[in-house]
């Protein structure tokens, strides 16, 4: 926020678009994490269970991308990048 104006606005919001989207999980890596034992210890069995039916219901209707709300939000501002980046 500190950059908001200044000669440093321009990368810093780079390095803040590179960073979200390292960050957004893909829906194959979501369902594969959750479906694996590493997923299912984070998350508990029967959470792991939920995430990846669910998972797998939204791939099947064209999701790509994980919908939780963080992922979301930050595919949604990954979505005006090319406004963001001057």
Request: net charge negative.
């Amino acid at each position: 926020m500190d950059s908001i104006g200044s000669e440093k606005e321009a990368s810093e919001t780079k390095k803040y678009i590179d960073e979200l989207e390292e960050d957004v999980v893909s829906i194959d890596d979501l369902i594969s994490f959750a479906d694996s034992g590493q997923g299912i210890q984070v998350f508990g069995e029967d959470t792991a269970k939920n995430i990846v039916v669910h998972a797998k219901k939204i791939k099947s209707a064209g999701a790509k991308f994980c919908d939780c709300p963080a992922c979301a939000a930050a595919y949604a501002i990954l979505e005006k990048k090319d406004s963001l980046i001057k």
